[in-house]
């Protein structure tokens, strides 16, 4: 089982539509990133939490530490979401410090049509 | 400002071939990570490096694969006896200062290694 795991693997979805996508961890982290990967692109992050929630324009991030879960909603969506979404956790160790490398979720392929 | 670079953009090898990646960080960033991403997976950790010594060579799957950072600056991925496999895109990134929590990593757009 991969220690980050996204679902769902692909979404589609109409221009407007409220759009949720989740992440899953079973290490204990220091941060949690969301990212996006346009296609022949490079990678772009979103956001980086440690807790709570964050909000960039139409793009909300949520974590529980707790259940260690985390999701990207993107709201009132446009084709230009279009991209893949990828979930990745910088992990710590016992004594609680963080490693330097981040892991990452197999990423969630995200089509919106106009 | 100048944002990670890498090169070749795209790189066509054959089997058995040794190639060099190169990567350029952000300026006076510290933190720089390759990771390798195979077609439709998330990107993999290979290694990192805070300054001229690499931290972490954790993720390097076996002793075909090797990277230098000889100033602190600049730093190249080596793949000696290239295998089908080692076909991925690879990933340079970089960080400001000691990796730590709140770090933010900065990627470059990547270089496309084929290996036929």
């Known amino acids: 089982k991969n220690e980050v795991e996204q679902s769902p693997q692909n979404l589609t979805a109409q221009e407007g539509e409220f759009i949720t996508i989740n992440c899953s961890y079973s290490?204990?982290?220091?941060?949690l990133h969301w990212l996006q990967q346009h296609p022949g692109g490079g990678i772009v992050s979103l956001f980086m939490?440690?807790?709570g929630k964050k909000k960039h324009g139409r793009l909300i991030a949520t974590i529980n530490i707790q259940e260690k879960h985390s999701s990207l909603h993107i709201t009132a969506s446009h084709p230009r979401d279009s991209a893949v979404y990828i979930c990745a956790v910088k992990a710590r160790n016992a004594g609680g410090t963080s490693y330097g490398k981040l892991t990452f979720g197999q990423g969630t392929i995200l089509t919106v049509h106009p | 400002g100048a944002g990670v670079s890498q090169t070749p953009s795209n790189k066509v090898t054959e089997k058995g071939k040794y190639v060099e990646l190169r990567c350029d960080p952000i300026s006076g960033h510290t933190a720089l990570y390759w990771y390798r991403q195979s077609l439709g997976q998330g990107p993999e950790f290979l290694i990192y490096f805070q300054g001229t010594g690499a931290a972490d060579d954790s993720g390097l799957p076996n002793d075909r694969f090797f990277a230098v950072r000889p100033e602190g600056s600049v730093s190249t991925l080596k793949i000696q006896r290239t295998e089908r496999g080692d076909s991925a895109v690879y990933l340079c990134?970089?960080?400001?200062?000691?990796?730590?929590?709140?770090?933010?990593?900065?990627f470059g757009p990547g270089t496309r290694l084929l290996v036929l």
């Open positions: 290490v204990g982290i220091s941060a």
């Open positions: 990134a970089s960080s400001l200062g000691v990796a730590g929590a709140q770090e933010t990593q900065y």
């Open positions: 939490l440690s807790s």
